[in-house]
């Protein structure tokens, strides 16, 4: 390659390496260059090269290509370290001699390119370090690049913290030490800018490692404790994480993050979690897997949550991509232990990467948050021009008035009542504008929103000032969260209509929708404005995840519907031992016989307690209680109707989710699970034998129409779901011990069922493991494209909003978007390294609004929050660093008295705005603010650290329906509790019939919200005076600043009193008397009336809102009101009256039925008795009707037409069909009891007649007159077959001629390794060395070859565990017996020489039968070497044991007799299997067949022809297979055909006739049943004749029928349609009979449709000698001949029929055509289709 051309690449690749792209793309673009000529030959000789230059220009161009040559390698070396570092290691030394070289030439290298090449030179050395020592695992253990510190405690404080690893090492689970870590400095300036990154980055980090790291720490200790018994484990709760046993892999997910996997855990331990409301396993948590104690782990993040599926042990989490890579190492199957921590990862992981990232010199602002400096500049763009025009915001009085001014001169800004603020808010917005840092602190209800979006909007009229030349540039809006930040943006939107993009997160703004990233990039005008080069990528990397996915999908539909409900057992088969699949299908209640068709689907159901017959025997037991209901039950019944509340789970969800184009229910993940579910469900119906989806659980009604209750189904679905969802199956070494599945417990039959799937699922995984890799490189490349596509928006965005963890997340495109002025909303509430990676170098003026005397950041280790300071925001450091910050002072929220109980106590001055002075008092009780004071005791919630008190949710549920009675709305009353444990409890008080609207929250998701009345839950109430939070002043300031007209709390005053704050309210409150241990009722309609309410049970003194007196109010209808006291509805405008309607409504005198406030029927409906004319009965009648019209309801004495009596009412129609059960004579000849209607019907009921015939094995047909078609396909024969096959196993088919090839899971082993094939497969030879040894000899033969040494006779010198010597021999495996100790069952006479002292005993590994030695030895040794007499022949098979004839495969002793067997049992495979070779040819034939002749079957269904084509792509296809199809071909061919003579030669109505018998033929052809036994080749043979003598005789009756000759032949064709159409099968005497008759048949209905002979047409033809295209014919037949030309000219009359014949201008008459019959034309010879053949179409 050209030097040039080397540099160009070098060049182009460390710019692509250095810039701000997608890291999949980088990882891509890495791999290629690793693995390339480029790296290993061609750069080498180029650098080689470089010292060795005599050309100076070049010579002095060279530093710089250096510098690119070094950044090349050091990102491939970063990204691929233990597949690059050799290559990388030749380079450097290359690089070093060339350095030297041109240095000594004279070419000035700079110092900084000698230290990147120094540095590059260590890290090859540290990895090739690593190499040696064996710990360089691969490619992604991105920590080989970190040089550990060695021994030295401090040397972590040494390293920068750039280097350090974001995701935790295994050496942070298993070592003490803590790591160092600094205290966030809120006193004191930093030091230096690398200082403060240090300082945040590592408090972050140890906030996220540490519960995971001191959790895992604990739960290793617990088990070293507790050794390896899990039980104890799995019921002990953890501090820090939470653990999930024996977790599996189970179902790969296509998902736009990629490859998802859902994982199946044991979810019996946390069977008392509600995993609606529980922070457990919420979107975005980090989960850790390990197999091995946590020497080794995966990690993951949670992808998606539905708590129905978290209730069956089901979670859907992504893999890290360093995990993803050690998971394709791993068994598929493998169980790990999944730790939970509670940290939101993906918040941690783009914060920590953000600050590694940031340049010390790029970090705006560095004189203010580092340095601490109080002197604030201007923004530096004022310094161009400062003349602000604030008309925009001003007071709609003044906004004509107010004129620009220069806003660094503190005279010239306009009065604060011309701009409509208060002094606080005008000093806000002075900061805010001519400060580059600004802080504004808003305390409740002063604001600070309003404020904000002042500053706003100031900034977005005034944009020519900070704008750049070349491009405005964007806002930045942040917010800590989506609810908040909604808020901003659409009052941002109120002033500017167009230009704002939301980034990120879940709106629930209908006004934002439009805005948000997801709908904007998926415009149409956007796309088609895109640059060509994005859309082209879109394309082709969309079109290859597509494919990868649908390569996923079609194994993972499999998986999906294995977890969904019970297989059936088909599935199974190859995964169920032959001894188990035999015992399976022989249940006890079939006597041994069993049965094959319909009742087989059901067989595991049945085994596995599901079915009708286990079912009905439990069905009253299960009836007299509720016992086994469980959870979810519960769950079900209890919530049915309760108030929908916002689960807290829910809210922490909606703000962890911050892709735009991607969260787990939704867009197109919504269409694509749509879509899946579709095709689950078609998988479903055949895989399932019941499935827990479906609405309702139903097993197959029985003979005797039982079926399951409601409650029985529900009870049966609980019951699938807790075992399906359990993890435990049985071991396989007590699988192997079972005989009879029978005979299990049902726990025991699912253990053993789950073992059954565990394997299926296994095979399942393995091959789709191969495309995830693929698709997942794939969307990490289209993420990458959607980025840039996002970067075009956002470059054009006026306004850009983002949550703080989604400004982490988007850190690099915000780089390049380079918004100058940033706001932040919630300031105080953001940990400062989130405050941190939201700036960009770009940013001039930041603007931070909040009040950290509220909502403080919240930080998972309480430890780091406190005394690390880890809580403290950036906001509140300024503030308390003296920086300058404008307080908000008129709060415009409160009313004044609640507004006390924050000032002074929380905020030393805060002023009431006039507004909150007239507020109305709250009706129905005497004061405005009250707090109820109890010490009824809290309760812990059993899952997570949460608390509830039963008493305070009983008394606020109280509370707000009373506050309901007094004709609140709901949506004016809020109830807020302090922990998400009373969330819950409150919900189950709260039936949504009764609170619908009202408001339920805990007090953290409140922050920014009010409401006219808040009812305020505080729960702690303990003996230990434990407040918790309570005790945090930013917390209380919160819960007591949220009402504006009425704030009631409950608590325990005694034990919060113990706290300073809370002490200072309740002094506060007790001056006006608003604190005491009951709140005072006051009814509206009678002051007098007062009730004081301390607990729910006294509000049942006012029932109804007011008090007990009753309601003397008179309605209209003149009834009194009968409800108690009410407040609401005083006019009764509302009220319906429910007393008894005293209207009288007929002549008689009756008074109407209804209740008073319904109308009144306009007739009489008072029953009376009347005589009905027609009949003379007397029935009750209502009054207003005629007994003429009425339907007389005694029964019908009529007899019908058949003798019968009628069913139905005296005043009905007689019944058409009557049901009662006659003998009827069917058409097949058989009769049976059925009902009577179908005499004189024109159908008749399936015939349930045995078949019995003697089919062509021997054996009686099973099936009856109506499924075997009156004998013409008879059901296949059910007789099991049984005979033993080769392998030992039993044959499974029923009734075969040669039995196929075993389809068991094969059961060869050795020490080494087991077969994984099919039984009935070639198994691979073991080719290890042979393990037999002993101290007196030894094998050196191959495994698998049979053994050089014989077995040794020497006694085992071992001692068993109970200290009796072993009775075993040497070399071979200890008996697990004693001479001693199981004397009896040792010596027990089998042999005869057991009970001899000196007798040794062989255990057989395969059964664990004890066998003498020398005994076994003679037995085993019989036929080996005995040469067979000529008339005796040896079997080739493995000797069993002599006691329970399991076949011998395991025991060393016995290798050489056990190889040779195998050996021979090899060569039987084959030759039963086929040769390999010869069936691939076979199979490539067959495909080349079958693409031949999908050419020319024109008139098959598409749908047969898919068939043959999918079988013959199927894998493992054995002869008998393959003959199979090729029969199936034959016959389908033949059947093409048929519809060809049907659908040319046929009429419609006959076509429609036979096509439906041919479609009875297909079905039968392609069922999975057939084998082309000689039964079956027998009935389709016959009917294939059948039906095409039938379609012949139609063909020709239509030809006839035509020409008028259908008398003619009447009678022949009667008769012959008589044998074609008669019931029962078309036999050979059948077919020699109408194949004479068709015959005789053609001398008077000739085929040609002529009337003449062959051999007559020929003749006429020749005499005519007329070219091709001349002859015609009528529209009844009739043949003409038009000479000339060819073409009609003149018209004529049909000499035979009078019809029209001939035309006019070369055209022919309606309904003549060409006669081909006559001469083979196909066109007229004068006409453009003939004339056409005269050219060369080559020539057009």
Known sequence: MRQDLVQLICLVLSKAFKSQTDRGTVQHLAGVVKDSGFLHTILPRFVAGMGLEFNPVRREQYPQHLDNILALLSKVLSIFPASSVQAVSMLVVLLQESTNGLRASGVDVQPQTEEKLETLRDLVKHLQDKSREGTLRSDRDTYALLPTGGDNPGGEEQQDFRNLPIYPTPEEFHQDQRPFIRSNLIFQRYANTHLYLDTHFRLLREDFVRPLREGIQQLLWTQLDMGRNDNPLRRKRFDDIRVYFDTRLMVPKCTQAGIAYTAQFDSQPLKFVRWQNSKRLIYGSLVCLSCDNFESFLFATVSDRDPRDLQRGQVQIIFSEESRRKLATMQTDQSFLMVETTAYFEAYRYVLEGLQEQEEDDLPFQRYIVECNPDVHPPAYLARADTYNLSSIADPEYKNSIKPFHSLKPEAWPRMEELGLDESQIRALQLALTKELAIIQGPPGTGKTYVGLKVAQALLTNQNLWGGLLDDGPMLVVCYTNHALDQFLEGIHRFLPEGIVRVGGRSNSEVLKRFTLRELTRSHDFRRKLPSHLR????????????????????????????????????????????????????????????????????????????????????????????????????????????????????????????????????????????????????????????????????????????????????????????????????????????????????????????????????????????????????????DVRRHESLCLLKEAKVIGMTTTGAAKFRKALQEVSPRLVIVEEAAEVLEAHTITTLSKACQHLILIGDHQQLRPSATVFELAKNFNLEVSMFERLVKMEFPYVRLNYQHRMRPDIARLLTPHIYSELENHSSVLDYDNIKGLNTNLFFVEHNHPEEEIKDGKSHQNRHEAMFVVSLCRYLLFQDYKPEQITILTTYTGQLHCLRKLMPSSEFSGVKVHVVDKY???????????????????????????????????????????????????????????????????????????????????????????????????????????????????????????????????????????????????????????????????????????????PCHQDPEKFVCKEPCQKMLQCGHQCDSFCGEPCTSRCRVKVMLKLSCGHSQQDACYYKGVGQEPYCRTSCNQQLKCGHNCTGNCHRCYQGRYHVPCSRQCDRLLICSHKCREPCTRACPSCRMPCENRCIHSRCSKPCGQPCAPCVEPCAWQCPHQSCSKLCHEPCDRPPCTQPCAKTLACGHPCIGLCGDKCPNKCRICDHDEVTEIFFGTEDDPEAYFIQLEDCGHLIESTAIDRYMGMDDNQPAHEEEQVAIKLKECPKCRTPIRKNLRYGSHINRSLAEIEKVKEKINGNQTDIAEQRMALKKQWRDEEDILNFLPTKYIIHIRERLRAPHLTTNDLRVLENQMAFLTRVDKLLKIQREQMSFMQCLSSEKNVEEFLKWLIDPQQKFTDQQVSDLQSELVRLTFLAELNARCEMADKRGQSAKVKSEVNAIRKVLEKLGKFTEQDECLVKQALKDLEDKLPRTGLGITDKERQMIVSAMNMPLGHWYKCPNGHVYLIADCGGATVSRRCPDCNATIGGANHNLASGNQVASEMDGAQHAAWSEANNILNFDPNNF
């Open 536 to 783: 082209f990528a879109y394309s082709e990397i969309y079109k290859q995840l597509h494919q990868e996915e649908m390569e996923i999908q079609s194994q993972g539909v499999k998986l999906e519907c294995s977890l969904r409900g019970v297989l059936r057992e088909r599935f199974l088969e190859r995964f169920i031992s032959e001894t188990h699949w035999s015992s399976l299908h022989s249940p006890p209640w079939q006597d041994g016989f069993v049965t094959y068709g319909e009742k087989r689907s059901c067989l595991m159901t049945e085994w596995l307690g599901l079915g009708n017959t286990v079912f009905q025997q439990r069905a009253a037991e299960d009836l007299n209680g509720n016992g086994d209901m469980d959870a979810q039950e519960a769950l079900e019944v209890e919530e049915e109707d309760l108030l929908e509340i916002a689960e807290e789970a829910d809210l922490i969800q909606a703000e962890r989710i911050i892709e735009d184009n991607y969260h787990p229910r939704g867009g197109k993940d919504d269409e694509k699970r749509e879509r899946m579910e579709e095709t689950i469900r078609e998988v479903e119906e055949m895989m399932l034998a019941m499935n827990l989806e479906k609405v309702e659980i139903q097993a197959d009604q029985s003979d005797e129409g039982w079926e399951m209750q409601r409650d029985q189904r529900r009870k049966m679905k609980n019951k699938i779901r807790r075992e399906l969802g359990k993890s435990l199956a049985m071991a396989e070494a007590e699988e192997d011990a079972i005989l009879d599945v029978w005979t299990l417990s049902l726990p025991d039959r699912w253990r053993l069922y789950r073992l059954w799937v565990a394997r299926y699922r296994a095979e399942l995984r393995t091959k789709a493991l191969e495309s995830e890799q693929a698709y997942q490189n794939a969307v990490d490349r289209l993420a």
């Open 1007 to 1181: 922050q920014g919200e009010e409401n006219d009345i808040v009812l305020l839950s505080l729960v702690r109430s303990n003996t230990q005076g434990k407040v918790g939070f309570l005790k945090i002043p930013n917390r209380v300031c919160v819960a007591l600043s949220r009402a504006k007209k009425g704030l009631y709390c409950i608590g325990n005053s005694i034990m919060l009193g113990q706290v300073k704050l809370w002490s200072n309210i309740f002094h506060t409150l007790r001056e006006k008397g608003q604190i005491g241990s009951a709140l005072t009722l006051c009814c509206q309609n009678h002051p007098d009336q007062q009730i004081e309410a301390s607990c729910a049970e006294h509000f049942k003194e006012a029932p109804e809102g007011g008090c007990k007196k009753p309601c003397e109010f008179r309605l209209d209808c003149g009834h009194v009101c009968s409800t108690v006291c009410h407040p609401y509805d005083p006019e009764h405008k509302k009220y319906k009256c429910s007393k008894k309607c005293q209207k009288i409504l007929c002549d008689l005198g009756h008074r109407c039925t209804l209740v008073c406030h319904k109308a009144c029927p306009k007739e009489c409906p008072v029953k009376v008795e009347k005589i009905i004319p027609k009949c003379q009965h007397k029935q009750m009648v």
